[in-house]
């Protein structure tokens, strides 16, 4: 019997939600009095006010709905080919085991390249558009689902997949009946880490390469951030990119509720960790 | 068999470079040039400086350091405003209510977006590099602390307070301890964040650096120079999660035994 | 040397509220080790807690030589029933009996060796540098108790601490208590659910009633000291003794007024 001692979830009085208004609101009300305060210049440092303004007036601008249904069906599309490919191909690999230690020394050494910095050679080899952001896309999602789907294999029960070979099943049945479901949950953490990896790409490589490539939020605050600049601009339409992030993640967790409901899904922060640390030294 | 383990990824990146350097050379292109041209770019650029320099050219000590010296100022600032912070959180359930939705969503910002908000705000140089660097790295820190935090063993507090620690004494002897395997994990995703961050904030808004080299090779089509930059990238980043790892390994010695020991 | 009078807790508030503990009164001497026994959900833990200073009480008072008990008391040692928790992985064997000394003893050494001497005690000596997780149940539970001395309490509360441990290994530290308190004088509190081990530890044994736990009864042990695990368990007046609290304990029904 434990005493009280492990800070709960309090209950009653004021739930959870409740104070989470609360604290959005006072952060609003604290960011709007520094402003107005005058403790930072304007030019600087934009009032809270004006930056809700300007980013309520963006939920009437069609240019700047296009560029979000723009970023979206980059996201879908190009995390849509990662998921695809990727888990069927971890899948794969991580069921040899030559080929698992040759594509796990494969992925260690090009993990760390950091996807943004290919944005520039592979835009100069394809040139701007949507070839080049579902190619970056793809490139930088397929890590976390490779490396979540193989390491999700890793874990499997031996117990639980030589139980069923021993009723006389094949190793396809194996992977579909034992396998997978016990991997789901992390090529699931996968899944939401590569869905993040691909906004960041999609927003990144829209900044960089400009209007030229086509539509986009990353297009959208490169063209506000031009010339003399709008920073009320660019704030709003980075909470609205802020937004859109939330209901993709919202979306996920939901998905991975219905699809593995055996699997306590958090809301958290799944897609800041990773699956498990690095397994040796490098 | 750890050995051959790790001996054999380094067989497969030799087989896997050497693959490419026959490809390169079969087929000429100027897109993809073979690793022999690529190292020996990055010598010439980077590492033929004189031994008291650590064989580093101006253009490295000019470039690659102050990159360096960015990510390590940010990464710095986020462990010590981070890890206090996210503590203090954790133990406070009040607290996290309050700032959960906040928190929620300034993670789910695309982290890209920090570097045209503080060219807005800051204009080019490394002022706007840093604040995106802090700005982007700084929440998988904050929210596996807040994690980590948050999920201590009862009976371990409960023992805190029969034996009447003060509150220093708990955050030193048990809070700060029994959060760090999650700290670490945060502090991994965080170093990967940072390279990121550090090249894309360099590739808009700076006068030099790792990412403006890039740039320039990028506006003058120097293929050569761009492949340099994402290798040395890779080699940096392989770098810097092996260190971490290290130092990982010899603080949280404890944790990875305990486990294993764990009945 | 301790007066705990009237003493009730209650979870929860108005009609959700569920009562723990209600009225109990008891006066513990000094050096007297108390065994508290009970069914399950009778409340023994809460009560612990609330003669600890862990937990507040809802009503009724605790004095500890004199002062009333409001927070966790100097000189006040616990051990729990979970010892592979509340040992702390990250620090040795050593680091974690000398942990509580930091506030009250200064120097280093001084800490040290007042380890060495509570390991020593409890039959550790030698395992300073070790961790927790790299020995045996009984073995950790012993640095537990190792940590409880190492304090130089007055008071020492043990919430079911020989739960988690197998039967050869509860016995041995069965005796491993008996010889630390008749060497050192401790007052002990022993919550168990373990009717032999009430009897065989015990000057005296109180008897809960399921919840909300009331005394049912307070018996004397007037075995003979030293206690031996073999000899004393044969004698008639264990058996007799050990009878009269198995029935007391799986009575239902009124209270008889407590003794």
């Known amino acids: 019997m434990s005493a009280e001692s492990a800070p709960r979830r309090s209950g009653r009085r004021y739930p959870a939600v409740v104070r989470g208004v609360i604290g959005i609101a006072v952060f609003i009300g604290l960011a709007q009095a520094v402003g107005a305060s005058g403790l930072v210049k304007q030019s600087v440092l934009p009032l809270m006010s004006t930056v809700l303004a300007r980013a309520s007036g963006l939920a009437g601008n069609t240019r700047f709905i296009a560029d979000m249904g723009a970023t979206l069906a980059g996201w879908a599309l190009g995390l849509g080919i990662t998921i695809v490919i990727g888990v069927p191909l971890g899948l794969l690999l991580g069921s040899v085991p030559v080929v698992r230690v040759a594509t796990r020394a494969i992925v260690e050494f090009l993990r760390p390249i950091p996807s943004v910095a290919l944005i520039l050679p592979v835009e100069l080899l394809l040139g701007p558009g949507l070839r080049t952001a579902a190619t970056l896309i793809v490139y930088g999602g397929m890590w976390p689902i490779l490396y979540n789907t193989m390491a999700g294999l890793d874990d499997v029960d031996p117990v639980a997949k030589d139980t069923l070979r021993a009723f006389g099943f094949g190793r396809l049945a194996v992977i579909r009946h034992v396998s997978l479901p016990s991997a789901a949950p992390f090529i699931a953490t996968g899944i939401r880490i590569a869905s993040a990896v691909a906004l960041i790409l999609d927003v990144g490589t829209g900044y960089l390469t400009g209007r030229i490539a086509g539509p986009g939020i990353g297009a959208f605050i490169a063209d506000a951030n031009s010339g003399s600049g709008n920073t009320p601009l660019v704030l709003g339409a980075v909470i609205w990119a802020g937004l859109l992030g939330v209901v993709l993640n919202l979306l996920l967790v939901w998905a991975e509720r219905r699809l593995l409901p055996w699997h306590r899904t958090s809301l958290g922060y799944a897609d800041l960790t990773t699956a498990r640390a690095p397994a040796a030294a490098p | 068999m750890r050995r051959l383990g790790w001996l054999s990824r380094w067989v497969v990146l030799a087989c896997g470079v050497g693959l490419w350097q026959l490809l390169a050379d079969w087929r000429h292109s100027a897109f993809f040039p073979p690793p022999s041209t690529i190292a020996s770019a990055m010598h010439r650029q980077w590492f033929s400086g004189p031994a008291s320099h650590l064989f580093l050219t101006p253009d490295a000590t000019g470039n690659i350091l102050p990159s360096l010296g960015r990510i390590l100022l ?69 929210l596996n602390t807040i994690d980590g935090a948050r999920s201590i063993d009862s009976v371990q507090v409960e023992t805190a ?89 010899r603080v949280l010695a404890w944790h990875r035994s305990a486990r294993q020991g764990a009945s | 040397m301790l007066e705990i009078t009237g003493l009730s807790r209650a979870y929860g508030q108005g009609a959700a509220a569920h009562l723990a503990i209600t009225d109990i009164t008891l006066s513990v001497a000094d050096g007297e080790l108390l065994t508290i026994v009970g ?56 680091d974690n009996v000398a942990l ?47 940590r409880a001395l190492a304090c130089d309490p007055v008071l020492l509360l043990m919430d079911e601490p020989f739960g988690s441990v197998d039967a050869q290994t509860r016995e041995d530290l069965e005796d491993l208590l008996l010889a630390v308190r008749a060497e050192r ?66 009575a239902r029904g009124a209270v008889p007024q407590a003794g």
């Open chain 2, 161 to 249: 307070r029969a034996f009447r620690y003060s509150a220093w004494e708990k955050v030193r002897w048990l809070i700060f301890p029994a959060a760090l395997p999650k700290i670490f994990t945060g502090l991994r995703l965080s170093v990967s964040l940072s390279l990121i961050l550090m090249v894309f904030a360099e590739l808009i808004g700076s006068t030099d650096g790792i990412g403006y080299e890039m740039n320039n090779a990028n506006q003058s089509f120097d293929l050569t120079g761009l492949w340099e930059g994402v290798v040395l990238l890779g080699i940096l980043g392989y770098l810097m999660n092996g260190i971490l790892y290290l130092v990982e390994s």
């Open chain 3, 100 to 146: 509580p000394l930091r506030r009250t003893v200064r120097s280093r050494a001084e800490r040290r060796d007042a380890a060495a001497a509570a390991l020593a005690a409890v039959g550790l000596a030698g395992q300073r540098s070790r961790y927790p997780w790299q020995l045996s149940g009984g073995m950790q539970q012993r640095v537990a108790i190792a």
């Open chain 2, 74 to 142: 940010g990464l710095a600032i986020i462990v010590v405003t981070g890890i206090p912070a996210g503590l203090a959180i954790g133990r406070s359930p009040v607290l996290t209510d309050f700032l959960d939705p906040l928190l929620q969503f300034f993670r789910s910002i695309p982290v890209v977006t920090a570097a045209p908000v503080f060219i807005a705000l800051f204009k080019i140089g490394t002022q706007m590099e840093v604040a995106t660097i802090v700005a982007g790295t700084i929440w998988p820190l904050l």
């Open chain 3, 39 to 94: 069914p399950s959900g009778c409340g023994k833990s809460t009560l612990l807690r609330c003669v600890g200073g862990l937990l507040a009480p809802s009503s009724g008072t605790v004095v500890l030589n004199g002062t009333p008990v409001t927070r966790v008391p100097d000189r006040l040692a616990v051990v729990f029933q979970d010892y592979s928790r509340s040992l702390y992985p990250w620090l040795s064997v050593g």
């Open chain 3, 185 to 250: 004088g401790i007052t002990i509190l022993l919550v168990t659910h373990d009717i032999d081990e009430s009897v065989y530890t015990g000057d005296r044994v109180v008897v809960l009633t399921p919840g909300p736990g009331r005394i049912r009864a307070v018996l004397p042990v007037t075995l003979p000291a030293p206690r031996d695990q073999t000899a004393t368990k044969e004698l008639p007046e264990f058996v007799k003794l050990r009878a009269e609290v198995s029935r007391l304990v799986r």
